[in-house]
């Protein structure tokens, strides 16, 4: 490793900045396209799920283009065509021609920098390697800071189109000559000591390593990850909400998840320099998992400031290792092939966590077992990276999954098999009990009296609040969320309660003890 290549760290941190922030600017652009253009709120968000999915996918693609022609090339085309798209969604005349230019063409454009540049700084680095690389994962975590609120100090000045068109002009600006400026490592001097290193360097080409026992638990691993944080991520602000906290109060979560993160790119990337990087990996999974489960028990506002900081430490800590893995398991020659396929993987565990995670409020009426199911998934992400070989020395001791293990590796083998299930055992009886001790959600409770005030708040995300004779228990009111299904029916049936002064009968699945607000599931009304 020499001084370049902690250059090649600041322009991989950079681009993953500009190009998540890019991606993620259509949250601060969505009202003014849907208010200007007459489009669907779903329509126009749906481009930023579609771009995810594209991410992923072409990542895969981009990934195997920068073993073949190197990252430079690669990320430069990345660069071209993020900022194309960009400027043809401002152009956009209609919902599905921005879908397919903001949407697919920034999302295959934005895969083009992460595997490509993770397989580029890896190559850099012999010691530092875990630190080189969470460094270049900073970049993403910064994104909805720098990129977001400079796209919304455009549109002080600027429609969204114009903003829009400044945005992919700004990508070209910053992006191609970054690109420009990536560089492949040297390689190693020839003679004694090049061959003695080149030797120790495990090589896979591309099929066989995506054959491999290692990457299968590689990928599994990294599914089962992303799907256990990306619900928590998604739905803790509406979670928040649904407990009592102001939406604007409850935003502040996020970012404060977004800051632990960046400390635990950090801190966990130096661990993992200093202590091995599958035990810093276990450890982080293990922290993930139990912080999410600990949003069950999250009600106040410092009891979620608590419980984000350790979860976006962990996730955000746990992310960039998977890449040092694959190094470690693969050599450089066939990284970013690998790399791209894993994030692919990855990416569709990531799809998860918003859909399942709504799905499960609207069945149950609560996220409680959104955080019981992201943690289950988060020690299974444990059990399974506790199945991961040791290191190989040569390339020898790779075999594929599909291959026979060489006759002289067969007692190796069955050693090592049953240390893996022993370990496959222990987790799954840990996750097992760690489950069974949760306490289940509170059966509905029902409260009956006649309607004697209504309290509705102008703010959208605010609860509708019901007050009735004789009281709720200890004085309670009873909340309907916005979020919820048939909200404004209920809204309807309360008026009218109200007015005929009507008995109503409420069903809520828990009551916060902090606010003293009920969650309400069903209400029932008859004339007195």
């Known amino acids: 490793m020499n001084r370049y290549g902690w250059v090649m760290v600041a322009i991989g941190g950079l681009m993953g900045c500009v190009a998540v922030g890019a991606m993620f600017?259509?949250?601060?652009?969505?009202?003014?396209?849907?208010?200007?253009?007459?489009?669907?709120?779903?329509?126009?968000?749906?481009?930023?799920?579609?771009?995810?999915?594209?991410?992923?996918?072409?990542?895969?693609?981009?990934?195997?283009?920068?073993?073949?022609?190197?990252?430079?090339i690669v990320t430069l085309a990345g660069a071209v065509i993020l900022g194309l798209a960009l400027v043809l969604s401002s152009r956009a005349t209609s919902q599905l021609e921005f879908q397919l230019t903001f949407g697919l063409l920034v999302g295959i454009s934005a895969g083009s920098f992460f595997a490509p540049m993770m397989a580029a700084v890896s190559s850099w680095f012999d010691r530092q390697r875990g630190l080189a690389l969470s460094l270049v994962t900073v970049g993403v975590g910064v994104a909805?800071?720098?990129?977001?609120?400079?796209?919304?100090?455009?549109?002080?000045?600027?429609?969204?189109?114009?903003?829009?068109?400044?945005?992919?002009?700004?990508?070209?600006?910053?992006?191609?000559?970054?690109?420009?400026?990536?560089?492949?490592?040297?390689?190693?001097?020839?003679?004694?000591?090049?061959?003695?290193?080149?030797?120790?360097?495990?090589?896979?080409?591309?099929?066989?390593?995506?054959?491999?026992?290692?990457?299968?638990?590689?990928?599994?691993?990294?599914?089962?990850?992303?799907?256990?944080?990306?619900?928590?991520?998604?739905?803790?602000?509406s979670y928040a909400v649904v407990c009592g906290i102001p939406a604007a109060t409850a935003v502040t979560i996020y970012s404060l998840e977004g800051l632990a993160g960046l400390g635990g790119r950090?801190?966990?990337?130096?661990?993992?320099?200093?202590?091995?990087?599958?035990?810093?990996?276990?450890?982080?999974?293990?922290?993930?998992?139990l912080a999410a489960g600990a949003f069950v028990f999250a009600l106040r506002l410092q009891d979620f400031y608590a419980v984000a900081m350790v979860f976006g430490f962990a996730y955000g800590g746990v992310m960039p290792l998977y890449a040092v893995l694959a190094r470690e398991y693969f050599g450089q020659q066939s990284l970013g092939t690998v790399l791209g396929a894993a994030t692919m993987i990855a990416s569709f565990g990531m799809a998860l966590g918003p859909a399942v995670g709504g799905?499960?409020?609207?069945?149950?009426?609560?996220?409680?077992?959104?955080?019981?199911?992201?943690?289950?998934?988060?020690?299974?992400?444990?059990?399974?990276?506790?199945?991961?070989?040791?290191?190989p020395r040569s390339p020898a001791r790779l075999q594929p999954a599909l291959s026979r293990a060489p006759r002289w590796a067969t007692k190796e083998r069955h050693a090592h098999e049953r240390i893996v299930t022993m370990r496959v055992v222990f987790a799954v009886t840990v996750l097992a009990t760690t489950i069974s001790l949760m306490p289940s959600p509170a059966a509905a409770e029902s409260h009956e009296g006649i309607v004697r005030q209504i309290r509705i708040d102008s703010d959208?995300?605010?609860?509708?609040?019901?007050?009735?004779?004789?009281?709720?228990?200890?004085?309670?009111?009873?909340?309907?969320?916005?979020?919820?299904?048939?909200?404004?029916?209920?809204?309807?049936?309360?008026?009218?309660?109200?007015?005929a002064k009507h008995t109503c009968t409420f069903a809520w699945t828990y009551k916060d003890a902090i606010t003293n607000r009920a969650q309400v599931v069903s209400v029932a009304c008859s004339a007195s």
């Open 460 to 499: 959208t995300d605010a609860p509708l609040c019901v007050a009735t004779s004789p009281g709720m228990p200890g004085g309670a009111w009873a909340c309907i969320y916005p979020n919820r299904r048939h909200y404004q029916e209920m809204k309807e049936l309360l008026l009218r309660a109200l007015d």
């Open 25 to 72: 600017s259509l949250a601060v652009y969505l009202q003014p396209i849907t208010e200007s253009t007459g489009w669907s709120r779903a329509g126009v968000s749906s481009a930023l799920t579609l771009g995810f999915l594209a991410m992923g996918i072409a990542g895969f693609a981009w990934g195997a283009l920068s073993d073949r022609y190197g990252p430079r």
């Open 359 to 391: 799905w499960i409020f609207d069945a149950f009426g609560a996220y409680r077992w959104l955080y019981i199911g992201s943690m289950a998934l988060g020690l299974g992400a444990v059990a399974i990276a506790l199945a991961f070989p040791p290191f």
């Open 144 to 237: 909805p800071m720098t990129m977001s609120p400079f796209a919304a100090w455009l549109l002080d000045y600027a429609d969204w189109r114009q903003s829009q068109l400044i945005l992919g002009v700004l990508v070209w600006a910053l992006l191609i000559p970054a690109a420009l400026f990536v560089r492949p490592a040297p390689q190693a001097p020839a003679g004694p000591g090049g061959a003695g290193a080149a030797a120790a360097e495990p090589a896979m080409g591309a099929a066989r390593a995506l054959r491999s026992p290692q990457f299968i638990i590689l990928a599994l691993t990294y599914f089962a990850c992303c799907a256990a944080h990306s619900g928590p991520i998604f739905h803790t602000i």
């Open 266 to 289: 950090v801190a966990l990337g130096m661990l993992a320099d200093r202590l091995g990087v599958k035990h810093v990996l276990v450890a982080g999974l293990l922290i993930q998992a």
